[in-house]
Nanobody, 124 residues
Framework: EVQVAESGGGSVQAGGSLKLSCAASGWTLSNLCMAWFRQVPGKKREVVAGIDDDSTIRYTEFVKGRFTVSPHNAINTLYLQMTNLKPEDTAMYYC??????????????????WGQGTQVTVSS
């Protein structure tokens, strides 16, 4: 069974950087469709970035130019490098995986495997 586990969250000031890691086990990273989501208490979980079936890396508009997704297939780990962080980036960040995105990489409902989340707090 596929398992994913996030790490790397923490507290930073606005303008700072953090690098999140998502370690996948039970299958090869390159065979999975994966994404990063985030959630603030009381709000719906939203997609941040992901890797589509054709290995294209995709970003939502509010993180383009600030966040970078990079897979490290040799160690089955997906990274999310976050720079120029803003207070509105404060959230619990989740890694998600599934077998095929089918063009719907940003849809929360398609993901079968989720990590426990890692908290990112950005202070102004």
């Amino acid at each position: 069974e596929v398992q994913v586990a996030e790490s790397g969250g923490g507290s930073v000031q606005a303008g700072g950087s953090l690098k999140l890691s998502c370690a996948a086990s039970g299958w090869t990273l390159s065979n999975l469709c994966m994404a990063w989501f985030r959630q603030v208490p009381g709000k719906k979980r939203e997609v941040v970035a992901g890797i589509d079936d054709d290995s294209t890396i995709r970003y939502t508009e509010f993180v383009k130019g600030r966040f970078t997704v990079s897979p490290h297939n040799a160690i089955n780990t997906l990274y999310l490098q976050m720079t120029n962080l803003k207070p509105e980036d404060t959230a619990m960040y989740y890694c998600a995986a599934t077998w095929a995105c089918g063009g719907s990489w940003s849809a929360e409902s398609i993901y079968m495997y989720w990590g426990q989340g890692t908290q990112v707090t950005v202070s102004s």
